[in-house]
């Protein structure tokens, strides 16, 4: 690949191929050195990001300590103060909510959706999974041990 050669061999050129072959999943780290972050195409590392909107902050706390506690997610943040502008019921509507972002192991969104209907208070409960691409091995590895991956 001669568009980012810097000259064959260089440190340069070593760092940054390096860094290119662990962008596309083609070579793992040297031992004992961990890489600057995964690239998550294999379905053993699948990590997501759930967003989760509430009525209020005591609702966002209860419902994220019950899917911290069975385990559905590793995390669970709280951002309170949220304003939500929606369509419901064939009127716009403005709402004062919370928001939570947990973050698990892919094979448990579909329980996770599950259970959280089960507990939420609205009709229809704003539950959505994100795929995280990349991050922090030692923090994936955590969420997937966490969560009983």
């Not at 902050?57 to 103060?81: F, I, K, P, S, Y």
């Not at 972002?101 to 599950?114: F, H, S, W, Y």
């Amino acid at each position: 690949m001669p568009w980012y050669r810097t000259g064959e061999g260089s440190r340069f050129d070593l760092l940054f191929r390096d860094d290119l072959h662990r962008l596309v999943g083609r070579a793992r780290p040297a031992k004992g050195r961990a890489p600057l972050f995964w690239h998550l195409g294999d379905k053993s590392l699948t990590t997501k990001m759930i967003y989760i909107t509430a009525p209020d902050r005591e609702a966002a706390v209860a419902l994220a300590r019950a899917l911290v506690g069975e385990r559905l997610v590793a995390c669970a943040n709280v951002l309170d103060g949220a304003t939500s502008v929606y369509w419901w019921e064939g009127k716009v509507c403005e709402e004062a909510e919370a928001v939570l972002v947990c973050k698990t192991r892919g094979e448990l969104v579909d329980t996770l959706i599950a259970r959280v209907r089960e507990l939420h208070s609205y009709a229809c409960p704003c539950v959505v999974a994100l795929p995280i691409e990349a991050g922090n091995p030692a923090y994936l590895d955590w969420i997937r041990t966490e969560t009983g991956g």
